[in-house]
């Protein structure tokens, strides 16, 4: 295969993706119900820690598409990179770099997001959540071209992550 068309392909894939990213809109990571992120609909919450989350999760999601999105190219690259005849083992580790980089910078923002519900809650649904362990929840990290999970509420979850599940915040 030439160059140029390894180029398109890509190119190719990343309209292909970008479209999906712009059609699944905010909240798109943590079910679709707004009183249910994270199986929070168990907390008994109040309408203004609703309205709250609500809040932080879309604020969470435009914060972090452009991350998101930027993996997801790296991630294409470095498959393009993985195909070639005589795969170049110094790009193909300079690109698993840049993406673990990206992942630490999701990981961090996804970290401060969860702070920031944790300050929404009363210190007794707090404390309730160390109990949700449905094995599902908020999933840090994105996964391999599989990019998001199911989530508790019956929607997509926030990715593939790592660890045991459930919520950890």
């Not at 005589?86 to 300079?94: G, H, M, S, T, V």
């Amino acid at each position: 295969m030439s160059v140029n068309f390894k180029i398109w392909m890509v190119g190719l894939a990343l309209v292909a993706m970008g479209g999906v990213a712009v059609a699944s809109g905010p909240g798109y990571g943590f079910g679709n119900k707004v009183d249910c992120p994270a199986g929070f609909n168990r907390l008994n919450l109040t309408p203004e820690q609703k309205t709250n989350l609500k809040e932080l999760r879309e604020k969470h999601w435009k914060d972090t598409v452009s991350l998101r999105n930027e993996m997801q190219t790296k991630r294409l690259e470095l498959s393009t990179l993985w195909t070639a005849p005589n795969p170049d083992k110094d790009k193909i580790l300079a690109k698993q770099k840049e993406i673990n980089d990206l992942r630490d910078k999701m990981q961090a923002k996804t970290t401060d997001f969860r702070l920031e519900i944790r300050k929404t809650l009363t210190p007794e649904q707090a404390a309730q959540i160390g109990t949700f362990s449905s094995g599902r929840g908020f999933r840090q990290g994105v996964g391999r071209l599989r990019m998001w999970r199911q989530g508790p509420c019956g929607g997509p979850g926030q990715g593939a992550g790592f660890g045991s599940g459930g919520s950890r915040l």
